[in-house]
């Protein structure tokens, strides 16, 4: 595979990642408030929800690290990726 299409479907999934961890806690609310479980959060739905006081910074906190993460890691890519665009192209010295 070509370095730079593997960059860029990397590039390209981290993207997903990011969008995917940003936007998971309106789909628990979402859900939470359709009568679901919060995707695990709450087992028997939100009536009934006994979650100690430190689970949604305890969530905050893993979210807040895996974005950081992810978008630190979109940030070596594309810094891959500019390497890769100014990389002067070698030609072609195989035999045919």
């Known amino acids: 595979m070509d370095p730079r299409a593997f ?3 990397l590039r390209l999934i981290l993207i997903v990642a990011a969008v995917g961890l940003a936007s998971f806690p309106l789909l ?3 859900d939470l408030s359709e009568g ?3 995707y695990g959060l ?3 739905g939100v009536a009934s929800c006994r979650n100690p006081y430190t689970a ?3 969530l905050a906190t893993v979210l807040t ?3 950081l993460v992810v978008l630190g890691g979109f940030r070596v890519t594309t810094h ?3 390497e890769l665009a100014n ?3 070698q030609p072609d010295t195989r035999s045919r």
């Open 87 to 89: 990389r002067p192209v």
């Open 80 to 82: 891959l990726a500019r």
């Open 36 to 38: 679901g479980t919060g």
């Open 7 to 9: 960059v860029r479907t």
């Open 56 to 58: 949604a910074p305890e």
């Open 28 to 30: 628990v609310i979402l």
């Open 65 to 67: 690290v895996g974005l």
């Open 42 to 44: 709450c087992p028997s």
